[in-house]
């Protein structure tokens, strides 16, 4: 399996980049990309109060282009950093956000982690979301020396490269599709489509279910590709309806994957539709009546507020500090915040070098927003994946698993 995730890196953008310290500057303030609609200010009512140094953290997301959630991920930054430094930031070092827009492409995404190490001089790096952006910009952090943490990028060959520089906290492709899998398997399904992005994001995850279907009694018997901006899937539709499966299995963003589940309503196709990478609010925006019975695996639901009280004063703190509930990645950069936050406090504030915080990162459990979380040998998160399917309202309910 990783000599098949490996080969996947073939086509991505390889770089290297001036190794950069990120320790404090005489820089004041914090900055963001231009555009970005970001505060100018990270801190609150204690960002003039006492407090011994600073903690300049780096952002890349994808805030234009085939933006995805990365607006999402810079408020979710923006909020936790507010609140930290609210409280006396970490272990007495204020926060300090720096954001660049990596458009979702990777050569964008070097070019700006490369501002980041070297002119910024950031401390840690949050980001990206697509995976090929991380892919190719995690190369800049490691030969700075600089932990880097992906809250979105569910590429398996981000942490099978040996990178030591590189966590990640997202839910990977392969957590997902196992959870999927498993479902199809326990539903008695055999004969299913595959629909995905041509993107990173789609492929790696058709390698790895293409790779271990068999293991589930699944055949793949229709795999059709798609851009991530494209609105009419009328041909793809018709082929996989023509190959007669069992179930949908549908790997992209929310926006394609609403568009899909709107035209097979509209042309009467009555197959279960499954996948990841559409938990996002918008995924209801064209009408909950085509989204009704959907399934999405997730690394993030408000349903666990049952189980989990960190989960409803997040929903409402993100819903009036941005004016729209957060996403899963959304959820998944708070608790990359904090996670930052409480491994600095691990070690302490004056004690912060780039080696002590990635050794103590290593070893952390935290439970945030999306549940409890820790990392395995290769920096991957380790983490239970839930499946949620929308009911005639567009809510989300819990999947009953046998």
């Known amino acids: 399996m990783k000599k098949l995730l ?21 820089d004041a303030g914090s900055t963001t990309a231009a555009g970005s609609g970001a505060a100018e200010d990270s801190g609150s009512e204690a960002a003039d109060g006492d407090f011994s140094g600073t903690i300049k953290i780096g952002v890349i997301c994808p805030m234009s282009g085939t933006a995805g959630d990365g607006v999402y991920m810079e408020a979710a930054c923006q909020l936790a950093a507010d609140e930290i430094n609210a409280a006396g930031g970490m272990d007495g070092l204020k926060v300090e956000l720096y954001v660049e827009d990596d458009e979702g492409t990777a050569q964008k995404s070097v070019t700006v982690a490369q501002k980041l190490v070297n002119q910024d001089q950031v401390d840690v790096v949050i980001g990206a979301q697509n995976s090929a952006c991380t892919l190719a910009n995690m190369l800049v952090t490691q030969e700075a020396g600089i932990v880097q943490i992906t809250p979105g990028s569910s590429s398996p060959s981000i942490t099978e490269q040996g990178n030591e520089w590189i966590f990640r906290t997202s839910i990977s492709d392969l957590t997902a599709a196992t959870s999927i899998m498993e479902y199809c398997q326990e539903m008695g399904y055999t004969d299913v489509a595959l629909i995905h992005s041509s993107g990173d994001f789609g492929m790696t995850a058709s390698a790895a ?184 309202d567009g809510n989300q309910v819990l999947v009953e698993r046998k």
Request: aromatic share 12%; charged share 20%.
């Open 6 to 26: 490996a080969l996947l890196l073939a086509g991505v953008l390889a770089c290297s980049a001036l190794a950069g310290c990120g320790g404090d500057s005489d």
């Open 209 to 392: 279910i293409n790779e271990e279907c068999g293991d589930y009694g699944l055949t793949i018997v229709s795999e059709e590709q798609f851009n991530d901006d494209d609105v009419d899937f009328t041909t793809i539709l018709n082929k996989v309806q023509s190959a007669d499966p069992d179930a949908i299995i549908c790997w992209g963003y929310y926006s394609a994957a609403s568009h899909i589940c709107q035209q097979m309503v509209q042309n009467d196709i009555q197959i279960p539709f499954m996948g990841y990478g559409f938990n996002n609010p918008q995924f209801t925006e064209l009408g909950a009546e085509y989204v009704e019975g959907a399934i999405v695996a997730s690394g993030f639901t408000e349903l666990s507020a049952a189980t989990n009280d960190k989960v409803q004063p997040f929903i409402d703190a993100f819903t009036e500090f941005y004016g729209s509930e957060p996403t899963q990645v959304c959820a998944q950069t708070y608790d990359t915040m904090y996670l930052i936050k409480q491994t600095i406090e691990e070690i302490g504030g004056e004690n912060f070098t780039s080696e002590a915080f990635r050794d103590a990162l290593k070893t952390q459990t935290y439970t945030g927003v999306t549940g409890e979380m820790s990392f395995d040998e290769t920096n991957d998160i380790v983490k239970e994946c839930t499946l949620v399917q929308y009911d005639a």
